[in-house]
């Protein structure tokens, strides 16, 4: 059952969804589209750490709190998750996911080490240069529609489409087709 299916039911019953807390980036994002009060919890430390796997069986999600700002560089071997905007002239690299949690204006590259299922999400997706890959594209011209998007990947081309929470999914809107660069 997906959030908005979730909201249905609730009105079925006369309840009304409010607030919604998750320790899942992609949930929060689904409760923002449907204009639902959200917060992501980062979850407390297990007590007792598990066995290390080899470095590439890892995909650990990465969680940066604060603003990227022109000339900084973050790379991650997994998922990063930004709390806060990446600016102009920002970069981010990561081999899964890129969510930012905020205004996406610098560049991003998602699945930096070949994953083209790969997304990128941003509440504000105006980015300069997304990257799924190797598919390149510039961001687009007109500003975002005031809900959360994704950049992803389609049959060789980078497409912006409204968030969701899964990867299968139907658009709420048309999607948009990126110049591939």
Not at 118 to 146: H, K, M
């Amino acid at each position: 059952m997906d959030l908005e299916q979730l909201q249905e039911l609730l009105l079925l019953h006369n309840l009304n969804l409010v607030a919604l807390r998750s320790v899942e980036p992609r949930t929060v994002v689904a409760g923002v589209a449907l204009g639902v009060m959200t917060q992501l919890q980062v979850p407390a430390p297990p007590a007792q750490q598990p066995p290390q796997q080899p470095q590439e069986q890892q995909e650990k999600a990465y969680l940066y709190e604060g603003c990227l700002r022109s000339g900084d560089c973050l790379e991650h071997g997994g998922t990063v998750v930004v709390l806060g905007d990446v600016n102009p002239g920002a970069q981010i690299r990561a081999a899964g996911d890129v969510i930012v949690w905020g205004r996406l204006r610098g560049m991003a590259h998602a699945g930096s080490r070949g994953n083209a299922a790969a997304r990128i999400a941003a509440l504000q997706l105006q980015p300069q240069q997304v990257r799924i890959a190797s598919t390149t594209a510039l961001g687009p011209d007109e500003r975002p529609p005031g809900q959360p998007e994704q950049a992803v990947q389609r049959n060789g081309q980078i497409v912006i489409e409204a968030a969701r929470i899964t990867r299968d999914f139907t658009p709420i809107r048309k999607p948009q087709v990126l110049v591939v660069r």
